[in-house]
């Protein structure tokens, strides 16, 4: 008892593995994708709020109705078949629906995002670019490789060096490899050996490419006549919907440049070889044989040196890309996903991906549960999410804008323009900034980010004398924290708690179709935090659940104290579900 047909057959795919950025990465490009007009199928792992969520085309998740019969379905086929490795796993099915939903309704892309790993992973099922491989069915046009790190240490890899191996796993033979900025040298080299070895010639390494993350002052989509109606389907209100002060705009909209060969011939020459490399030139048919290391050396073009092939003498396009996810790390998920639909428009049709089309979809991007603002509580001068459920409480309004907003008064406006105007009334403690930071390189980031976002708010009540002339008076942060079992907790604790800074541990639901998913008990929580360097100077409290601590939020709320949420996606989760919002329900214009 199999399927009636091998949906994979129908598939072109992106696939995209990594530890930290793969989400935003498949935003990116699936945003980019449906603003050129085709038609996308995006699976992320894992889901947010309810299992359907991770499968959606056109960022609409599949009817909830129709997922569970289609599981169901699925389950009742893998129950005949009485497969001699036993029965699917609950994440196998979910892939196996993935997939057939997606064929079925024919998109014209699917982007898949990694369940752990990459080479044992259940979504690692696809073949090559030309369709031929005993790797897989279907055809994996990309594969993007974002940041690696010690994640699922043990469960993937023991090192640095074999989780990147096994994050690998996902390249193909012809296909396209493009490979984001790495933090650990090991993982770098590794990655790179690998995709020399497999697909010599079709490798973009980001690292190499040049960009500059800066504030544009007079923005605007690289619109051609032909493209004159392409619009955003979010206004700068929905876009930029934040408290005044955590507004980063500037003198401008922050942007990522990049830059790009203007012709497809000089992008053929590929992006880790030069032109006239002899054995190292690469060919637009590379051999589906591992290549032997003789030939896979990297030329001087490799190494950021060579001077004189006409790839890197080449003149390039300059093109500014919208950056709304906030964070300074996404600026090099803004690349590797620039990178790969290059790619797709000059390698394998998606020629409607114009420069406009694409800063259209960067700015049309939105990923909840990372770097969230949710405004909290009812005092809130009237202001009425329109997708909240409870009218007047919540909000998500991120500067990944992603898609619930409220309606912004005046001044949102003036911090999206560049004229910023503190409004007293956007307190500190009308606002829980939300994100899934989970291991230490996330929480790093995190942590710039808050540092950055408390200087915002200093200087503004410098500027407006709503605190005094009190420059050094910068507020404290609330950290509510909640960790999955596992965790490096004092790693993670270590880089968000400063002398000062308060830390509520909260346990979190267990998610759906995840029994492996425990959570970590608040009493050791406490304890990751006493062995901390500053623990003296942080004080830790415990709850039995969320609600109790947003409770006794609601009860402590004050401007000198900035509320942030983070640990674990689950946990955020279960926030948006306290504040009763559906980050999914929107429609498309």
């Known amino acids: 008892h199999v399927l009636p047909s091998d949906p994979r057959a129908k598939l072109r795919v992106v696939h995209v593995a990594g530890t930290n950025g793969k989400g935003s990465v498949c935003a990116l490009i699936s945003e980019a994708l449906i603003a050129g007009g085709y038609k996308v199928g995006t699976f992320n792992s894992p889901h947010f ?23 169901s379905w699925i389950n009742s086929l893998d129950a005949k ?11 196998e099915q979910a892939t196996v629906a993935t997939i057939w939903w997606f064929a079925q309704n024919k998109v014209d892309l699917a982007v898949i995002e990694v369940g752990m790993g990459g080479l ?15 790797l897989g069915v279907g055809r994996s046009l990309v594969q993007c490789i974002c940041p690696v790190d010690a994640d699922h240490l043990g469960m993937i890899g023991n090192t640095i ?11 193909r033979p012809g296909s396209w490899v493009v490979i984001g900025s790495q933090d650990h040298v090991e993982a770098f080299h590794k990655i790179r050996q690998i995709a020399h070895r497999i697909s010599p010639g079709r490798i973009v390494n980001v690292r190499r490419q040049p960009s500059y993350d800066l504030h544009v002052p007079k923005f605007a989509i690289k619109h051609t006549d032909k493209e004159a109606e392409l619009t955003s389907h979010l206004t700068d209100a929905q876009r930029f919907g934040l408290p005044s002060w955590a507004s980063f705009n500037g003198t401008g909209r922050r942007c990522l440049r990049v830059k790009y060969p203007p012709t497809l011939e000089i992008y053929k020459v590929g992006h880790a070889y030069c ?12 051999p589906l044989q591992p290549q032997t290391q003789q030939q896979t050396q990297p030329h001087e073009c490799d190494k950021g040196t060579c001077t004189s092939c006409s790839k890197c003498m080449a003149p390039t396009v300059e093109l500014d890309l ?5 964070g300074y790390y996404q600026a090099g998920n803004a690349s590797i996903a620039f990178y790969a639909l290059d790619v797709l428009r000059t390698h394998f049709g998606f020629t409607k991906l114009t420069d406009a089309v694409i800063q259209t979809g960067f700015q049309n991007v939105r990923w909840p549960g990372r770097l969230s603002w949710l405004r909290f509580g009812s005092d809130d001068m009237g202001m009425s999410p329109p997708h909240s459920h409870r009218s007047g409480s919540s909000s998500d309004t991120n500067s990944a804008c992603n898609g619930i907003s409220s309606t912004r008064s005046s001044t949102r406006s003036n911090s999206v323009s ?16 939300a994100d899934g930071a989970h291991n230490e390189p996330a929480a790093v980031e995190l942590r710039k980010y808050v540092d950055t976002t408390l200087r915002r708010v200093t200087q503004q009540r410098y500027i407006h004398a709503t605190r005094g002339r009190d420059y050094q008076n910068t507020p404290n942060v609330r950290w509510i924290v909640g960790f999955s079992g596992g965790k490096d907790m004092k790693s993670i604790l270590k880089n968000l708690a400063m002398p000062g800074d308060l830390i509520w541990a909260v346990p979190f639901s267990q998610p759906d179709e995840m029994p492996w998913i425990s959570c970590t008990n608040p009493d050791k929580i406490e304890a990751a935090t006493r062995e901390i360097e500053s623990s003296d100077k942080v004080l830790v409290t415990k709850f039995a659940s969320l609600a109790d601590a947003l409770a006794r939020l609601a009860e402590e709320k004050s401007d000198t104290c900035m509320t942030v949420l983070c640990g674990s996606l689950y946990l955020v989760a279960d926030l948006y579900r306290e504040l009763q919002i559906d980050p999914f329900s929107h429609s498309r214009t």
């Open 120 to 134: 044992r992973d259940a979504t690692n099922v696809f073949g090559t670019a030309d369709g031929h491989s005993s």
């Open 418 to 433: 560049g004229r910023s105007s503190f409004d007293e009334s956007d307190l500190l403690g009308n606002w829980i900034l």
């Open 322 to 326: 919208p950056l709304v996810l906030a």
């Open 275 to 286: 032109s006239h490399s002899g054995d190292h030139r690469p060919s637009l048919q590379p």
């Open 49 to 71: 709020l309810e299992v359907n969520d991770a499968v959606r085309i056109q960022g609409v998740p599949i009817p909830m109705a129709e997922y569970a019969e289609l599981r």
């Open 81 to 91: 078949a009485q497969a001699p490795s036993g029965p699917l796993t609950l994440f």
């Open 161 to 171: 060096e074999e989780i990147a191996h096994e994050k690998a796993g996902i390249m």
